[in-house]
């Protein structure tokens, strides 16, 4: 594949995490995906944190993952949709919605 190809993936798909995150669209699917992507840029582009022999900057991107997974615990911790995210306006219509924006207990 392309350089030019991976630079566009990568862009839209932390331009997809960042609307959903602004919108409250599909929480628990955005927070899971977020912090999965977050690990594989840690890991692969930030060297797990290693620029050298000895790793005295982490990077960010273990930051932003931790940070999603701390977004799913508190929406587990939450009493059910968000009244002001676009979750809550597509579970009227789709009920099955739920599975994707709620995090159960």
């Known amino acids: 594949m392309h350089p030019t190809a991976w630079a566009y993936g990568i862009a839209l798909a932390e331009t997809g ?3 959903a995150l602004l919108l409250g669209l599909a929480r628990k699917l955005t927070y899971i995906g977020g912090a999965i992507y977050s690990l ?5 582009a930030e060297g797990l944190g290693r620029t ?3 790793a005295t900057d982490i990077g960010t991107a273990i930051i932003y ?3 999603f997974l ?6 587990a911790r ?3 949709t968000r009244p002001y995210s676009l979750d809550a306006v ?3 219509r789709l009920p099955w919605w739920r599975r994707l924006a709620e995090v159960r207990r």
Do not use: M, N, Q, Y
């Open 17 to 19: 995490i960042a609307f």
């Open 40 to 44: 594989t840029i840690w890991s692969a």
């Open 52 to 54: 050298s022999g000895v």
């Open 65 to 67: 993952a931790l940070l």
């Open 70 to 75: 701390a977004l799913v615990a508190l929406d």
């Open 78 to 80: 939450g009493k059910g």
């Open 90 to 92: 597509i579970e009227r």
